[in-house]
């Protein structure tokens, strides 16, 4: 009876038809914003984390006081200490680093910098889907390559390209030492401050400025398989080195990229809260409009009503009927809001047309991601909502008169 309700044409000229329409609408809109502000919001947050972590791993290993004062002290990394973390159950890989602040200089500007030494073990994966010119050099811990990469931002302000030859003063207890580089590649992540500082060049020119012994570094990166399990990782890295000492005589500890990155995190934290409040928003109009539809349904079909009461339908089978018709409105306004809302990712995706400004954003365009389960888990919920508001309306029709109703116009 509901199939065939949903189905008759009727009457062109008869309310419930524009009000039909109306509350499928709102159901599309309101759906369509949740899967667009879901899928943006996600994309954001998970593109933001990734660079951060491209600079930083998802965890750190390194001396005490540097992981809680953000101080550059080194550690013994050592074959036993890397084997040890990477028998540990999730860790996907392991690499070593050493940071040495300096200052880069031209004939006309200096700037100030911190240069990572990294070794041939390094992931380097993110700085060449973020380069923009050049390449990354095979970096060793054995040999002095000579050679730096800067981001666009350096560069920029220096008016350096790649192949230009610039000196590099790094500072020490025995006073100023110049070195000269090779700017092999420029890289841009947009993350302005990591963009700002960050040069790379190879462990082994890091740690000889650094004056340290060639089995020391300023600590270990680890990335593990599963970032929700991050914590967990901690901890039994916690259980294994903290607080244990070198041979130095450093000790060691661990920091997560959360806890080193706060500011960051938090401030990602918060855009669940936008997400949250456009969730219920949409969910309320959405409601609201299939409850205005339903009413005006049931006052245009009491006539209808009041026979099958004569004809000795109970209220809770009429009502049945109607909350069945709500369902079929209801199901083909999430179709169109599927349709919609996922149309939209898919264009932003493919071509980038919504630009934003990464001095602020961090990225160029709005990144999305097409989280389904997540989809069909807003779809049921927008669902069962819709539905279970419409209950108590659909209660107005054990009210409607049989006999009244027959001459009800």
């Not at 095979?138 to 350096?160: C, E, G, M, N, R």
């Not at 349904?297 to 009927?321: C, P, W």
């Not at 109607?322 to 083909?332: C, E, Q």
Request: net charge neutral; hydrophobic share 45%; aromatic share 10%.
């Amino acid at each position: 009876m509901a199939r065939r309700l949903y189905s008759e044409q009727g009457d062109k000229r008869k309310v419930s038809r524009p009000a039909i329409r109306i509350a499928m609408l709102g159901v599309a809109i309101g759906l369509a914003v949740m899967i667009v502000s879901v899928g943006v919001v996600l994309g954001f947050k998970h593109t933001i984390r990734d660079k951060v972590i491209g600079f930083g791993s998802h965890i750190t290993v390194g001396e005490l006081l540097s992981v809680q004062a953000g101080e550059w002290r080194p550690i013994q990394v050592g074959d036993s200490l890397l084997q040890t973390l990477r028998t540990i159950d999730g860790v996907d890989h392991v690499q070593r680093y050493a940071m040495k602040q300096g200052i880069l200089k031209t004939d006309s500007d200096f700037l100030g910098v911190v240069f990572k030494g990294v070794a041939e073990e390094y992931d380097t994966t993110f700085i060449h889907q973020n380069m923009k010119e050049g390449c990354m050099p095979h970096f060793t811990d054995s040999a002095a390559s000579a050679q730096i990469v800067v981001s666009q931002i350096i560069a920029s302000q220096l008016k350096i390209k790649t192949g230009d030859r610039i000196f590099a003063y790094f500072f020490s207890d025995q006073g100023v030492r110049p070195r000269r580089f090779t700017v092999s590649g420029i890289y841009e992540t947009n993350l302005s401050m990591f963009d700002k500082t960050i040069c790379y060049t190879d462990l082994f020119t890091a740690v000889k400025l650094n004056g340290w012994q060639p089995d020391q570094a300023s600590g270990v990166e680890m990335t593990v398989k599963d970032f929700s399990q991050v914590n967990a990782i901690d901890e039994e890295i916690i259980g294994k080195i903290h607080k244990t000492t070198d041979k130095y005589g450093n000790t060691y500890s661990s920091v997560t990229v959360q806890e080193g990155n706060p500011q960051i995190f938090s401030w990602l934290d918060l855009l669940d809260l936008n997400v949250w409040i456009i969730l219920a928003l949409m969910v309320c109009v959405a409601a609201f409009t299939m409850i205005s539809g339903l009413l005006i349904i049931i006052l245009e079909r009491t006539n209808m009503i009041g026979v099958l009461k004569a004809l000795g339908a109970r209220g809770s089978t009429i009502r049945h009927t109607f909350l069945w018709f709500a369902v079929f409105i209801i199901t083909r306004g999430l179709v169109i809001g599927n349709v919609l809302g996922i149309g939209l990712l898919l264009l932003q995706r493919f071509t980038g047309i919504i630009k934003l400004d990464p001095a602020t954003y961090y990225v160029s365009t709005v990144p999305v991601e097409l989280n389904i389960p997540l989809f069909v888990l807003i779809n049921v919920a927008t669902l069962l909502v819709s539905v279970f508001v419409l209950i108590a309306p659909s209660y107005l029709i054990s009210h409607i008169h049989p006999a009244r109703s027959m001459r009800y116009e």
